[in-house]
Nanobody, 120 residues
């Protein structure tokens, strides 16, 4: 059974860098045909895709966030990490990771998410 668990970054402040990590068990992040994604849901708003890293290490990002976003991975720990730079209070959200079945663009399963409240 594949499970994903987000950790960090906890309470953040504007202009800092958020860097939550997703730990994966039950599957390898280098398994062919899967991508590994990050999404976020601000309070009272819809879930929005941020980006993903593929099984081969390639990345793709939401265009509006591309300039401040990077996703990296640690294959020895089977983890992947989101880096979101120069955040503002508008980036307050629950950040969630998910596995993506590339052929069908199916996001499953999901982690439980980590809440990141940003305050001055």
């Amino acid at each position: 059974q594949v499970q994903l668990q987000e950790s960090g970054p906890g309470l953040g402040k504007p202009s800092q860098t958020l860097s939550p990590t997703c730990s994966v068990s039950g599957d390898s992040i280098t398994t062919d045909s899967y991508y590994w994604s990050w999404s976020r849901q601000p309070p009272g708003k819809a879930l929005g895709w941020i980006g993903y890293i593929t099984y081969s290490g390639n990345t793709d990002y939401r265009p509006s966030l591309k300039s401040r976003t990077a996703i990296s991975r640690n294959t020895s720990k089977n983890q992947f990490t989101l880096e979101l730079r120069s955040v503002t209070t508008e980036h307050t959200a629950t950040y969630s990771c998910a596995r993506v079945v590339a052929a069908y663009e199916a996001f499953t399963p999901w982690g439980k998410g980590t809440q990141v409240p940003l305050s001055h």
